[in-house]
């Protein structure tokens, strides 16, 4: 027992001797100040992005308009050039008005060469006729007008005399009184007013009727009954505001108002009548006018030869012609799909007697001969790319051992949310067409932004800041000291340029082990 207790006691001992060496050890280890020597050499900026082999022309072709599809000229796979037509929707009516425009177009044509050719007689009876003819429909019209002028008065004067008047006292003398319990005081004397101003108006109505049938142009007498059947019309408004507002009395029964209301209403529309007719007979003659007046300077024109100004002009109608066939070929065009360049057919989904809507996918294809690179930059590496700047590409499909040269060709000015990231669509293109390329393959993109030669560099992390300024730390000897350094450019490996501050062979305190 005794003996066991001093084996005990030798290993305790053993086990502390032990540790206070291992401590002394450490704690030597810690105050190993770790430093390395500055040297030249080269520094390269690069971004590394991936990206994806894709046509550099792709599209989704589709009809202009719905309908349906009536021919398919294409499959998937197929090798087509530029304007093939690869399917249409049905389109004869299209065909049909294509047609009439060209005869329309032919027919300005031969018009063109007749006015070159000169006026024919037989042309100049044409016009003769028509001067006879717009003649003969101004005289009606000037006849459509006095009858319309007449029963305007007539209208008028069976609205006031005999259907205005029956509630009116003394209607023709010079106080007029209405008849009627109408609450609306002014309403009642601007009626009782109104009525004494009409039975003028009638009767110096009646006074010019007299004299229409002597009348070369009845146009002065039309407006006169156009002020007339006006102030009929506002006045029989008034009563019309009047009769309706009645309630049965005991002086006037509700079979009387209905009576009342019913000739005011039939008074209106007479009066309303009226000058719609009187308007109508107006236009006619006015269009009559003009007709005539076209027909005649025509025939002067005619007659005196063909202007230089008509040949402009029907060329103008020529080309007016042209345009309205080329609108219809136009039309007609977007019953067709046809190829916009020269590529394959990647999908197809026209088929004959199916329906096509605006702006729906039928038929895809992609450009058969040029491939390009398309990658999406972060936000934090596009600032470093520009357009034309070179790229070492390789491909997943061949390894890292197979590199091809590419070039920027596009950067977009706008940004592409990815993965809730704003990115930048970037396309690059081979520098050689190489068939082993194919659409689709993943392309790994390494892009030297940046490459010095021959300068110092050392890690970024070294350095620290201290009232602004950049310092490191350097060793001469057993002295450590703090050194200012102007820095420079950042190299993707996270070495930093040292313009001042630092020369070759200094050694630089990367770790000083003080705890």
């Not at 329309?104 to 037989?122: I, N, V």
């Not at 319309?148 to 010079?174: C, L």
């Not at 009929?232 to 209905?258: H, M, W, Y």
């Amino acid at each position: 027992m005794k003996r066991f207790f001093k084996y005990l006691f030798f290993i305790v001992i053993g086990i502390v001797l032990v540790g206070v060496a291992a401590n002394i050890f450490l704690e030597n280890e810690d105050n190993i100040i770790r430093t390395f020597a500055v040297h030249r050499g080269d520094l390269v900026r690069q971004v590394s992005v991936s990206g994806k082999v894709v046509a550099a022309e792709s599209v989704d072709l589709v009809f202009s308009q719905s309908g349906r599809v009536s021919f398919v000229y294409t499959r998937v796979d197929a090798k087509v050039f530029e304007g093939d037509i690869l399917a249409t929707i049905e389109n004869d009516d299209l065909h049909a008005d294509i047609l009439q425009k060209e005869a329309a177009y032919e027919s300005a044509q031969a018009k063109l060469e007749s006015l070159q050719a000169g006026t024919r007689p037989e042309q100049l009876a044409v016009t003769q006729s028509s001067i006879e003819s717009a003649t003969v429909a101004i005289a009606r019209a000037n006849e459509s007008i006095i009858d319309a002028i007449e029963s305007a008065y007539t209208q008028s004067d069976d609205a006031i005399h005999h259907r205005i008047d029956q509630f009116i006292t003394n209607p023709k003398g010079n106080s007029p009184r209405l008849d009627l319990l109408v609450a609306d005081g002014q309403l009642k004397s601007d009626i009782e007013w109104g009525r004494l101003q009409m039975e003028s108006a009638l009767s110096l109505w009646n006074i010019q009727l007299a004299g229409l049938g002597t009348l070369k142009d009845p146009s002065d007498a039309a407006k006169t009954a156009m002020d007339n059947l006006d102030f009929v019309r506002a006045f029989l408004e008034k009563v019309a505001l009047a009769v309706n507002s009645l309630t049965p009395d005991s002086g006037t029964s509700q079979a009387v108002i209905d009576g009342y209301r019913l000739d005011v209403t039939t008074a209106r529309a007479n009066i309303n009548s009226a000058i719609i007719t009187l308007t109508a007979v107006i236009t006619a003659q006015k269009n009559a006018a003009t007709a005539l007046v076209t027909a005649q300077k025509k025939l002067m024109l005619e007659e005196a030869g063909t202007a230089d100004e008509d040949v402009a002009a029907q060329k103008a109608q020529v080309k007016a012609a042209h345009a309205d066939l080329e609108r219809s070929r136009a039309n007609y065009k977007k019953t067709l799909i046809t190829a916009p360049f020269n590529g394959i057919v990647t999908k197809m989904d026209a088929r004959v007697g199916g329906s096509a809507s605006p702006g729906v996918p039928l038929i895809s294809m992609i450009s058969a001969d040029t491939l390009e690179i398309e990658s999406f930059v972060p936000e934090t590496s596009a600032p470093l790319l520009n357009v034309g700047d070179n790229t070492r590409v390789t491909f997943d499909a061949y390894g890292s051992d197979i590199p091809f040269d590419a070039t920027i060709i596009s950067i977009d000015p706008a940004e592409t949310i990815r993965d809730g990231i704003s990115t930048y669509r970037t396309k690059l293109r081979l520098s050689t067409l190489d068939d082993r390329v194919k659409s689709g393959m993943t392309a790994n993109i390494i892009v030297v932004t940046e490459k010095k030669m021959d300068v110092i560099s050392i890690p970024q992390g070294i350095i620290f800041e201290h009232d602004g300024k950049k310092f490191v730390r350097i060793k001469t000897g057993d002295t450590i000291k703090d050194v200012f350094v102007v820095t420079g450019s950042l190299s993707s490996l996270g070495t930093i340029e040292i313009i001042f501050g630092l020369k070759e062979g200094d050694e630089v305190v990367i770790d000083s082990g003080v705890k």
